[in-house]
């Protein structure tokens, strides 16, 4: 197992939402450190984010490098939030990986999210 550190910044749009959610976003992120590259997908959404109770999923396709392994791999989220209290699962999804990248799986954890928006982020590759 290796453990990478780096951080992203992204760009949500809002976009046309799709049956079974509240709301959708388009989503480009650009990723510096262990992890390489760019970034691009969407988020659907859903419940009452102002009353501390909600939840959404992304997927997104990372193409780039992973501790200098080259290639893309699909990364996908589900995040909730209950009575204000986040829980998050973030992954590289098994059998997405190209070249490089081909097999990788891991864990990603977002650390602090800065006042610029910069997400720091930590990933266990396996």
């Known amino acids: 197992m290796t453990t990478l550190t780096g951080s992203f910044t992204v760009q949500m749009t ?3 939402a799709l049956p079974g959610a509240d709301g959708r976003f388009d989503l480009v992120k650009t990723w510096t450190g262990g ?18 109770s909600a939840g959404y999923i992304a997927s997104e396709t990372f193409e780039g490098a992973i501790d200098g392994r080259r290639g893309t791999v699909a990364l996908q989220q589900l995040g909730i939030m209950d009575a204000g209290e986040p829980v998050l699962h973030y992954v590289l999804a098994p059998g997405s990986g190209t070249g490089e990248l081909e097999g990788a799986t891991g864990t990603l954890v977002i650390g602090t999210i800065d006042e610029d928006g910069v997400h720091q982020v930590t990933l266990e590759l396996s």
């Open 14 to 16: 809002p976009a046309e």
């Open 35 to 52: 992890l390489e590259g760019t970034s691009h997908g969407l988020m659907l959404t859903a419940g009452d984010p102002a009353s501390g």
